[in-house]
């Protein structure tokens, strides 16, 4: 059984900053790619950022320079930092990872994946 608990979201004005975490845990022998989405209100889940297990980044172009992905392997964590918020980024925020269960599933790159039950960030004057 996996584990991904989001932390961090809450209300902030336009222009600031929040830091989402994410902790995954359980029965896990490695995380590949570890991933921000977030939902709006009435709209679709996208894909916020993206980053690998060696550090690669990728962001949506909607947040590109304002928001930064990293991560602790040893930890099984992820972190979301958040600057020059605007309305439009209100959302509820969700981690996703892509994960091996154990060493006979990472041989066979088999890998399943786990969400979290999201945060919300709200971002109002």
């Known amino acids: 059984q996996v584990q991904v608990v989001e932390s961090g979201g809450g209300l902030v004005q336009p222009g600031g900053s929040l830091r989402l975490s994410c902790a995954a845990s359980?029965?896990?022998?490695?995380?590949?790619?570890m991933r921000w989405y977030r939902q709006p209100p009435g709209k679709e889940r996208v894909l916020v950022a993206t980053?690998?297990?060696?550090?690669?980044?990728n962001y949506a172009d909607s947040v590109k320079g304002r928001f930064t992905i990293s991560r602790d392997n040893a930890k099984n964590t992820a972190v979301l930092q958040m600057n020059s918020l605007k309305p439009e980024d209100t959302a509820v925020y969700y981690c996703?990872?892509?994960?091996?269960?154990?060493?006979?599933?990472?041989?066979?790159?088999?890998?399943?994946?786990?969400w979290g039950q999201g945060t919300l960030v709200t971002v109002s004057s």
């Open positions: 996703q990872i892509t994960y091996y269960a154990n060493s006979y599933s990472y041989i066979l790159h088999t890998t399943l994946d786990a």
């Open positions: 359980g029965t896990i022998f490695r995380i590949d790619p």
């Open positions: 980053i690998t297990s060696g550090g690669g980044t």
